[in-house]
């Protein structure tokens, strides 16, 4: 019994280290493409690693088109999204938790329907629309629509809130505090690890996406660095390693971020599964 | 003295009216970013949409209404519409069952208390935290028919892999294999689930002398069939949402092999500035996604298993 026991776990382990190996190899294949020499980018068969390492491959890549251009507007839409949705979406959720309303349980239901609805439908009008407001081709197209509240985010926050004891409000109420003073003083800090999450998702979200940038940036100028790459990668279409390198580096802001909040990412992602 | 009375009390009263009407507008208040986002952002664009999706709209130029003209024109007349929808169905037909079956698995190995498991958990869930684009480059770099490592890899063990991403036949494969990449929030999301069935169950399973398959088939899955359909329906709409993927691993290609609905639309829309022609075909998007998420949930009364159901029963 014992030993069809070690059996088996012997062969969870030898499983996961070989199903481990399969997920890292792409990452171990950029990281060493991206350090070869040209000579060794075409060369049959290819070898694991390089015989030279060519870290100047980073720099000479990253110079070859304007990224740091890019990686200032990634990390303007990035910053300023995420301060919008923080903002936006816990005050739309402290209203949706705290108060009673006309009209409030079918405008969540509403609310949790536009999580249903994909982006193709609305991209074509919404282009339209930005286009008239002039937004097109500005960063304004992706940053102001971040400051009216996500609903995956209010959804989270209130279902937070709700779980807070109502009671520390009216203890605040009869100290004379306001509704505004109660939400801000009260509620923000102890909804803190929920705004962590959040700004942890949307810098994520905002610093990877493409078809954004895509759709309302035409300006090289105005480029995110996931466009810049995409583009970068059209022009230099052999030029695989510099394609690696910039790859790595972009992805380096999300790696290290979910390295930082693993366990936060992790709860995060398993809360929403199970509502 | 009276009317001084009076004049004191008046203005009060109205102020207590005021302070009332007043507090019934706060939560509006909060809620408003939220209110006037969904009317500007969503439901403006959703009608819009709708509406010239019955015009002929070109970005520039003179508008025409023209009835269903969009909607038959795809169906008899676009032989790209059906192609690009066969393309996404063979896609979904591959990806769904293998991305739920994949990530089911790995939550499974997680789950069987084995010393750093979630150093292994951060191995399978790291691929979903880059960017589309990046996970895009990096695939292209793995699949390429002569320098890449996965068929450098594959002529060690003797197969002669094919051409990739030139490959009519294996481009969507390899489409198929990259986004399983990211498999990463669904194995969580399993993960959760299994952590919530009861570890009593096995043991009296184990007890009773059943093996581990019938373990799997009748606690494991009968138990998260709620965690099952959850996951089956963001694949879905996951599925024929796939747009980054195509743009930049393959631009649709070969031959248009790989020519996602979504690219599709995009194409129609900003590539020929067809606006009305494209939300016609982004609303048939929508219906055929959301179609397709009601009968999996319409089927799912057969198959998923709710516990407070059979609590009601007791």
Do not use: C
């Not at chain 1, 980018?41 to 870290?55: I, N, V």
Request: proline share 5%; net charge positive.
């Amino acid at each position: 019994m014992k030993g069809k026991k070690r059996l088996q776990k012997s062969f969870v382990y030898g499983l996961l280290i070989a199903l481990s190996l399969l997920f890292l190899l792409p990452f171990f294949w950029m990281v060493m493409t991206s350090l070869k020499g040209p000579e060794e980018l075409a060369q049959y068969p290819p070898k694991l690693f390089p015989s030279e390492w060519h870290f100047e491959n980073f720099a000479k890549a990253w110079n070859s088109q304007p990224f740091n251009v890019f990686l200032v507007n990634s990390l303007i839409v990035t910053a300023l999204t995420t301060i919008g949705q923080i903002i936006s979406s816990t005050l739309v959720a402290y209203g949706f938790a705290r108060f009673k309303f006309k009209g409030r349980d079918v405008l969540f239901i509403i609310l949790l329907a536009t999580m249903m609805i994909p982006w193709d439908v609305t991209m074509i009008p919404q282009y339209m629309e930005f286009n008239l407001f002039g937004w097109i081709n500005t960063l304004k197209a992706l940053i102001i629509p971040s400051w009216f509240g996500s609903a995956f985010y209010i959804f989270l926050l209130r279902q937070f809130i709700m779980s807070i004891p109502k009671e520390l409000d009216e203890a605040a109420r009869i100290d004379g505090a306001n509704v505004f003073q109660i939400y801000y003083k009260i509620y923000l800090p102890l909804v803190w690890p929920v705004i962590v999450l959040i700004a942890v998702f949307n810098i994520l979200g905002s610093w990877n996406d493409y078809l954004g940038p895509l759709i309302f940036l035409n300006d090289q100028s105005k480029y995110t660095l996931t466009l810049g790459l995409a583009q970068f990668k059209g022009v230099h279409d052999v030029n695989t390693n510099g394609i690696m390198a910039v790859t790595f580096l972009i992805s380096i802001v999300p790696l290290v971020l979910f390295f930082l909040a693993q366990k936060k990412i992790v709860e995060g992602v398993q809360t929403t599964g199970l509502k | 003295m009276k009317s001084g009375l009076s004049a004191s009390i008046t203005p009060s009263s109205i102020q207590m009216k005021r302070k009332k009407q007043w507090s019934k507008l706060i939560p509006y208040l909060f809620v408003a970013p939220w209110i006037i986002g969904f009317v500007v952002f969503t439901l403006g664009p959703l009608l819009f949409s709708f509406v010239i999706s019955f015009f002929d709209w070109p970005i520039v130029g003179e508008k025409k209404f023209i009835g269903f003209s969009n909607y038959t024109t795809m169906f008899t007349n676009d032989p790209m519409f059906w192609h690009s929808l066969w393309v996404t169905v063979k896609f979904a037909l591959f990806f769904v069952p293998l991305n739920i079956i994949l990530a089911l698995l790995l939550a499974i190995l997680l789950n069987q208390k084995v010393k750093g498991s979630s150093l292994f958990r951060t191995f399978f869930y790291v691929p979903s935290v880059i960017s589309g684009v990046a996970l895009a480059m990096i695939w292209g770099s793995v699949f390429d028919g002569e320098y890449g490592i996965l068929n450098y890899l594959l002529s060690l063990i003797g197969i002669e892999g094919p051409n990739w991403l030139n490959s009519t036949s294996w481009a969507l494969v390899a489409m198929v294999i990259a986004s399983l990449w990211g498999q990463g929030t669904l194995m969580l999301i399993f993960l959760a689930g299994l952590k919530n069935i009861p570890q009593d169950l096995y043991e009296a399973a184990e007890i009773d002398g059943a093996g581990k398959i019938f373990q799997f088939f009748k606690i494991t899955v009968p138990l998260l069939s709620p965690t099952i359909l959850f996951n089956l329906i963001m694949t879905i709409i996951g599925a024929f949402q796939q747009l980054t993927l195509a743009l930049v691993l393959t631009g649709g290609g070969p031959l248009q092999s790989t020519y996602f609905y979504a690219m599709y639309v995009y194409e129609n829309a900003f590539k020929y500035f067809k606006m009305g022609y494209s939300s016609a075909n982004a609303w048939i998007m929508f219906l055929i996604v959301l179609a397709l998420t009601l009968l999996v949930f319409k089927s799912s009364s057969t198959w998923v298993y709710y516990e407070n159901e059979v609590k009601n029963d007791k």
